[in-house]
């Protein structure tokens, strides 16, 4: 079956620490896309990428990286620089803007600070 | 920069008609999509709109109006299924990326 994956689903992190965040899709998607969800909020841009080897910051960049290595695959790293990590986040790919209107979403990765 | 705003909340009875809308500032977009969201649980896809009027899909309408800087979503004949959060979202010309707007949780009443 066609889809994305996250994982992994629930993920603890001590302060200081940096975590990585895994993203795979088998829907030869172009785009990829990070999202960010504090409780009852929106859906808040971290990082996209359109091609391979390719990404670009979003509105809260800071404190995150990520790599593109691969089509199928946009791991999110959290660094120790993120001040505030505890939040839900989302992965989602789709076919290039202009292109197709549908995003397709992981079930989430929920990270919490101990 | 863009924004989207939608209102946070809206109630509605089940089997009636609720409108979510959505405003918006953005200097130009390939079009206007929406999400539903699940407590807990992953957007998914429920309708797009490239050009300006009403899409149907189902119980679901979208609609959208370049001049006016706005769309709205439909939702038909509610159920209780239908209580989650609504995101419009857009992906602007230039950008290439998704931006979501606010959300509206809506709240479907017996």
């Known amino acids: 079956d066609g889809g994305i994956t996250q994982s992994p689903k629930y993920l603890f992190r001590k302060e200081g620490q940096n975590v990585t965040l895994s993203c795979e899709q088998n829907l030869n998607h172009d785009a990829m896309y990070w999202y960010r969800q504090d409780p009852g909020q929106g859906l808040r841009l971290i990082y996209y990428?359109?091609?391979?080897?390719?990404?670009q910051k979003g509105d809260i960049a800071e404190g995150y990286s990520v790599s593109r290595e691969k089509k199928e695959s946009f791991p999110l790293t959290v660094t120790s620089a993120q001040k505030n990590p505890t939040a839900f986040y989302l992965c989602?790919?789709?076919?290039?803007?202009?292109?197709?209107?549908?995003?397709?979403f992981g079930q989430g990765t929920r990270l919490t600070v101990v | 920069g863009q924004s989207l705003e939608q209102p946070s909340e809206v109630t509605a009875v089940e089997g009636a008609i609720v409108q979510i809308n959505c405003t918006y500032q953005t200097s130009g977009f390939y079009g206007l999509s929406w999400y539903q969201q699940h407590d807990g649980g992953a957007p998914t896809f429920l309708s797009y709109n490239a050009l300006d009027g009403l899409e149907e899909t189902g119980r679901f309408s979208s609609f959208l109006s370049r001049s006016d800087s706005y769309g709205y979503l439909l939702l038909q004949e509610l159920q209780m299924k239908d209580s989650a959060s609504y995101f419009c979202a857009v992906s602007p010309r230039g950008a290439n990326n998704l931006f979501f707007g606010t959300g509206t949780r809506l709240t479907v009443i017996p």
């Open positions: 989602a790919s789709s076919r290039r803007p202009g292109q197709g209107a549908e995003a397709f």
């Open positions: 990428s359109q091609i391979v080897n390719d990404f």
